[in-house]
């Protein structure tokens, strides 16, 4: 009979053994998450410590990394020294040479002077002196009849020589130079312009003469040769002197 007494006396205290407890853990979690039962709220700090999972919790597969905030970088603060500006070249920049005073004198350099233009005197007389022979003729007419030579195409050249009429070749003062009438033109104008550097006194040609003023027609004496046609005939004064090259 007393053991059957003890069976009744659990069996009715284990359900309010079982009620208080849940009671009181209900209580207590009430108060760790909202706050004491006065109303005084859980330091931050202690909610913090109860929030954090328990090292034997499992975390969950989809949940996102937890980052650290980035701190902004603090500026650099420009250089208090000012930077000083490049100070230019004070070096002369190079100049152009000009005439300095002589140190023996004094006196300004002076420019050299152009040479002065050359003569034709001086021209003829610059190169070697042409040979005084020629065909007979007396040396001043054989060194311009030479120096001729050297500017023109002849044939052949005539010098002293009879004749039955009045001619200078017999005195050997006359030259006939065989000639084409282009060369003959050009010839006989060369002789003209330097008939007095020359001492020509008259030019036969295509029968005409020359003494220095203008050509002037002559008589028909009946032969191409006869009437100049042919060559250019030069006369010369007797003794001149002369300056020529060859």
Not at 77 to 103: D, G, M, Q, V
Not at 151 to 160: E, I, N
Not at 216 to 221: A, G, N
Request: with cysteine; aromatic share 4%.
């Amino acid at each position: 009979m007393s053991g059957r007494h003890r069976l009744r006396s659990l069996s009715w205290r284990l359900p309010v053994v079982v009620g208080v407890l849940a009671a009181l853990g209900l209580a207590t979690v009430g108060w760790l998450i909202g706050g004491t039962p006065g109303g005084e709220p859980v330091a931050a700090a202690d909610r913090l410590a109860l929030s954090v999972p328990s090292s034997s919790t499992a975390v969950n597969s989809t949940q996102t990394s937890w980052t650290a905030p980035t701190v902004p970088t603090t500026p650099t603060t420009p250089s208090a020294t000012p930077t000083t500006p490049t100070t230019p070249s004070t070096s002369t920049p190079a100049e152009k040479p000009t005439l300095k005073p002589s140190t023996a004198t004094g006196n300004p350099v002076t420019k050299t002077k152009p040479p002065a233009p050359v003569t034709v005197q001086q021209t003829l007389s610059a190169g070697k002196a042409c040979s005084s022979t020629l065909a007979g003729a007396q040396p001043n007419a054989a060194q311009v009849g030479n120096h001729i030579l050297t500017k023109f195409k002849v044939s052949s050249v005539g010098g002293r020589a009879g004749r039955s009429g009045a001619s200078d070749h017999p005195a050997g003062l006359a030259l006939d130079f065989m000639v084409d009438t282009p060369t003959g033109n050009v010839l006989a104008d060369y002789v003209l312009a330097h008939q007095s550097q020359f001492g020509v006194t008259y030019v036969i040609w295509r029968q005409r003469i020359n003494l220095g003023s203008g050509w002037k027609p002559m008589e028909d004496r009946g032969s191409p040769t006869a009437n100049h046609f042919d060559h250019v005939h030069v006369s010369f004064k007797s003794g001149a002197k002369v300056s020529v090259t060859c």
